[in-house]
């Protein structure tokens, strides 16, 4: 079992970055595709970037050439970093763990993130 705990969360205006952090524990980080998914208010959760043991990538089409997903295993920590940020993008964010071996999922609490003038 992994636990995620996310921080770097907050209001920016339109234009500006974040980057967001997730911090693993309790499982080996190397076992476990991460992704950081968004749900914004009234809608479903929706993936917006994934990275797999290997580096390999995807992203949601709203994100590409914005975001950029990347992963520490030494210290089992997935970051997202944001640019050029939207209103639309204004949603509660949630790192995921899912099992290599098992395909089981794991969350975290979720950050919120605004992007406001």
């Known amino acids: 079992q992994v636990q995620l705990v996310e921080s770097g969360g907050g209001l920016v205006q339109p234009g500006g970055s974040l980057r967001l952090s997730c911090a693993a524990s309790g499982s080996i980080f190397s076992h476990y595709t991460m992704g950081w998914y968004r749900q914004a208010p009234g809608k479903q959760r929706d993936l917006v970037a994934r990275i797999r043991r290997g580096d390999q990538t995807n992203y949601a089409d709203p994100v590409k050439g914005r975001f950029t997903i990347s992963r520490d295993n030494a210290n089992n920590t997935v970051y997202l970093q944001m640019n050029w940020l939207k209103p639309e993008d204004t949603a509660v964010y949630y790192c995921?763990?899912?099992?290599?071996?098992?395909?089981?999922?794991?969350w975290g609490q979720g950050t919120q993130v605004t992007v406001s003038s």
């Open positions: 995921n763990a899912q099992s290599i071996l098992t395909s089981k999922n794991y």
